[in-house]
């Protein structure tokens, strides 16, 4: 099936996603999609042998897609743009490319959405299986019955003839290699030996349709080996007739077991990346880097729109003690449930960020630094009546509350910080508010509000 070129090295920005594809032998392209047009940016060191792909990227195709019945597929069409939610959006599916003085080529092709780029910037990623060789076979599959018995047990690929009743007639080697079954177990077995049982009612189904609809079908299918494994394999059929004009179903198998579980690692992978890029695995909140970026995004439409956007910082207090005297489980629990009871007693339009350590960033839109204080007071209050951690432990926090105006991020973070000094040094357990940056009059820092 596939060939695979030199392996190890990737190319076009290093891309993550492509890594260990090459040798697992699968060939695979990566499309970013910009503005609804799929620009290939990146292949693993398969996809350019087999493709024949130069290395300068980002291109377009250099081939012309067909779509399974060899219309053109472009544009709307083209497969890098066939990923939704639903299931059979993520399904290997069947395309044909045509190449310069190249013999049209058939390819199974499963795309899976990148995630963890940029907003704008959406990726998929193209696995890639030649069928072209099963193609070929399937296609030119001789007139005679007892020719195709012969051609069938000569394959390198399992392939097996089953009767309208659901009975095997014929299972070649590779066949019985693959199920782990001797050829006399699964002769005149039913087909239903090899399924799991879920999938018994499906395919019954789809062994009567496929002896009225007469087209091959190619699809990806769960099977059951003899010694109770499940393998997915993509099966290929097809309807010939016995000499007495009997009609038979001619079925062939691709393993891609191997493939489609490092497909689904790789979407774990990436699932997990993008989580671990904005979310503190401790308290699950935004973390400090994202949580810049949505400091950025608020300072940003406070600028361009007039809005209000008040920040704070708040920092538990003495929270040394409290790893020192429970030990850093205990600490652990009270920053998870600490964080928990500020999240939820927060406006969904707030947003709290771990910023580090015992230390939180507070986003407050649309409201100023007294209504921000007022707020804050509120969750300090809120919080003296809760116990934290199996050690029952009572927790408050001090905190400087800033309003933006015409400042950059880093001095609006600069002025809260002070203030969270401020209220450190009167005394803890309260909030002060940072002077204003461009000297209006109520710019006097205020003194230490405390509940
Ligand atoms: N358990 C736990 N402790 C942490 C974590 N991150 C930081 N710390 C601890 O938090 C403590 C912060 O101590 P300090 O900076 O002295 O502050 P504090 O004891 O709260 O004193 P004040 O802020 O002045 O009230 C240090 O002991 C850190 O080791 C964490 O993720 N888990």
């Known amino acids: 099936m596939i060939e695979s070129g030199q392996t190890g090295s990737r190319h076009a920005g290093q891309d993550p996603s492509l890594a260990g594809l090459d040798t697992l ?44 019945q060899l219309q053109p597929a472009s544009g709307v069409d083209h497969p890098a743009l066939q990923t939704g939610p639903a299931a059979e959006d993520r399904q290997w599916r069947c395309y044909h490319i045509r190449q310069h003085r190249q013999p049209l080529r058939a390819l199974q092709l499963k795309v899976t959405p990148l995630d963890g780029g940029h907003a704008s910037e959406k990726r ?46 014929l299972a070649n080697p590779a066949f019985c290699a693959f ?17 799991p049982s879920a999938q018994y009612e499906e395919a019954t189904l789809r062994h009567q349709a496929s002896f009225s609809r007469g087209n091959a079908q190619r699809r990806a299918v769960d099977v059951k080996l003899r ?3 499940l393998r997915t394999v993509i099966v290929e059929d097809m309807i010939c007739h016995k000499d007495d004009g009997q009609p038979l179903r001619v079925v062939f198998l691709v393993d891609i077991t191997e493939r489609r579980n490092f497909e689904r690692r790789l979407e774990e992978k990436n699932r997990r990346l993008e989580y671990l890029a904005t979310r503190d695995e401790l308290t699950g909140l935004h973390n400090r880097r994202f949580g810049l970026e949505l400091l950025e995004q608020s300072v940003e439409r406070s600028q361009r729109y007039g809005e209000r956007v008040s920040v704070a910082m708040l920092d538990i207090d003495h929270f040394k003690t409290i790893n020192d005297t429970y030990g850093h489980a205990v600490g652990d629990t009270v920053l998870q449930e ?70 950059s991020t880093d001095q609006l973070l600069e002025a809260v910080d002070s203030a969270l000094y401020q209220a450190k040094s009167a005394g803890r357990n309260c909030v002060a508010i940072a002077p204003l940056y461009a000297g209006a009059r109520e710019d006097e820092s205020r003194p230490c509000s405390s509940t």
């Open 338 to 407: 600490f964080s928990q009871h500020l999240d939820q007693a927060l406006r969904t339009s707030d947003t709290l960020i771990r910023w580090g350590g015992e230390e939180f960033l507070l986003i407050l839109p649309g409201i100023d630094r007294f209504a921000a204080q007022r707020t804050i007071d509120r969750l300090l209050h809120a919080l003296r009546q809760q116990r934290l951690s199996t050690a029952s432990l009572s927790v408050s926090f001090s905190a400087g509350v800033g309003e933006h105006r015409q400042e």
């Open 179 to 195: 199920f782990g079954y001797t050829e006399s177990e699964l002769l005149n077995a039913h087909f239903r030996k090899i399924l």
């Open 124 to 169: 998929v990623l193209v696995a890639i299986s030649d069928i072209t060789d099963v193609d070929s076979v399937s296609t030119q599959l001789p007139q005679s019955f007892s020719q195709l018995r012969r051609l069938i047990g000569t394959l390198p690929m399992g392939a097996c003839i089953i009767d309208v009743e659901g009975y095997l007639r």
């Open 25 to 68: 032998d699968i060939a695979a392209l990566i499309y970013r999609i910009d503005a609804g047009v799929p620009l290939l940016i990146a292949s693993n060191d398969s996809a350019m042998s087999q493709l024949n792909l130069g290395k300068r990227f980002p291109m377009a195709d250099p081939w012309q897609w067909l779509d399974a």
């Open 227 to 229: 010694d109770g494994k």
